[in-house]
């Protein structure tokens, strides 16, 4: 691997840590401050779209999509240093517009979208118009395996009419989501990985119901949100179907693969700046007669944490790299170890900051509550460590090994 960043992606890098310093961290409280203050916490509040149109104007745009006319151009691990910059901030993916469910969303809209749906849908969503949802997991099952999914989708004509009870729906709470991608069963007796397929549904089709919020040990992240719906007999066109019925594992592997690299790149940048804030408080507090830096114990700490990032960094750019070179489906143990290891990094960090930072810590003025609740989700977000783990060990079991005499 080639750890050099090409001139583009080190002009990108300089300009992008150059708009978080002047725009995006001086905005954060200004951002907070707005939704608290709003009459609708399910608006966005008025300082995103000024910094939306201004990274747009700036060039710092879709910088997530590879092989569109609206994206960057970037491959994977072009892509990993300038999401982990993002990821250091709360606000800033949606600053870019390359905040999830958004992404990979547009990623099968265009993958997968025929020109219509990428006219009526994509299009907005590049230009950062509207948001989108993504519909998959079901709270009457464990859709950590997703053949249990049984919400319906059954053709009637030029229709499907759909059924069924979704959650942790993220994104649909927000006044500007329009659209979500749903995933649900067609052929019941299929084999497995052909029973399912995804399809568009317009947020505002009678039948779609928001039941409530869920919260996030206890933040229910307004105006983005994940919320729990129900699907009573919604009717969409056939048009709407994705790629075509029984094809929904095949979308969602296409989908599922950058999202979860995207996640770890932003776990990355989320415990630097943990790590920043670690250190700092560290400087500023006196203990027992001598600052708390000068104590073995927060030494260990600031050391263990240090490693830790490094390694998740290094694993994180080889499944990137891997990606780009031999595909998604020759890069999945490398996907599976860091969708493991960047949330529990990222996890371990936050801890360790947030004992630093004492009663602080667990407070709302320092945002390492909020994140490290971030980076525990993320151990179960595109699936729980086990489901990985589990591929991990049998892909390992499968290789051809000698047995050697010691």
């Known amino acids: 691997m080639d750890f050099d960043h090409s001139p583009k992606v080190s002009d990108l890098i300089s300009r992008l840590r150059a708009f ?3 725009a995006v961290y001086p905005n954060e409280r200004v951002y907070f401050d707005q939704a608290a203050g709003s009459e609708d916490r399910w608006t966005s509040p008025p300082i995103m779209e000024a910094l939306k149109a201004k990274a747009k104007a700036a060039g710092l745009w ?3 999509l590879p092989d569109h006319g609206g994206g960057a151009g970037l491959s994977n691990l072009e892509y990993a240093p300038l999401c982990e910059i993002m990821g250091r901030s709360p606000i800033a993916a949606e600053v870019f517009n390359c905040s999830a469910p958004d992404t990979g969303n547009m990623e ?8 219509e749906q990428k006219a009526r849908w994509l299009e907005p969503l590049l230009a950062g118009e509207i948001r989108s949802g993504f519909a998959m997991t079901e709270p009457q099952v464990a859709s950590s395996d997703a053949r249990n999914i049984t919400s319906r989708i059954i053709r009637d004509g030029d229709d499907y009419v759909i059924n069924g009870r979704k959650w942790w729906t993220s994104g649909a709470g927000d006044r500007r989501c329009k659209i979500l991608i749903f995933m649900g069963l067609t052929h019941p007796d299929a084999e497995p990985f052909r029973r399912q397929s995804m399809i568009l549904v ?9 039941v409530r919020p869920l919260t996030v040990f206890g933040y229910d992240h307004a105006p983005h949100g994940h919320f729990e719906i129900t699907f009573t ?4 066109p056939a048009n709407n179907m994705l790629l075509g019925e029984g094809r929904g594992f095949e979308i969602a592997q296409g989908r599922l693969g950058p999202g979860r690299i995207h996640h770890c790149m932003r776990a990355i940048g989320l415990a630097e700046r943990a790590l920043e804030s670690m250190v700092a408080r560290a400087r500023d507090r006196v203990a027992f007669g ?9 030494r260990e700490a600031v050391a263990q944490s240090r490693m830790e990032i490094e390694q998740a960094r290094l694993l994180t750019l080889r499944a990137a790299h891997m990606m780009d070179t031999v595909g998604n489906k020759a890069a999945r143990a490398e996907i599976a170890m860091i969708k493991v290891v960047a949330p529990r990094m990222a996890q371990a960090v936050l801890d360790r900051a947030i004992q630093i930072h004492g009663g602080g810590g667990v407070s709302g003025d320092f945002g390492l509550a909020e994140g490290w609740a971030l980076a525990r989700t993320l151990r179960l977000a595109d699936g729980p460590d086990e489901v990985h783990i589990d591929q991990i060990a049998r892909l ?4 051809q090994t000698n047995l050697w005499a010691w």
């Open 290 to 298: 001598k600052p708390i830096a000068e104590q073995g114990m927060l």
């Open 108 to 115: 099968v809209l265009a993958r997968y979208g025929t020109p």
């Open 20 to 22: 978080m310093s002047e």
């Open 202 to 210: 317009p947020l505002d089709t009678p039948g779609v119901e928001l």
């Open 62 to 64: 879709n910088l997530f």
């Open 233 to 236: 007999d919604v009717r969409v």
């Open 396 to 399: 390992e079991l499968a290789k």
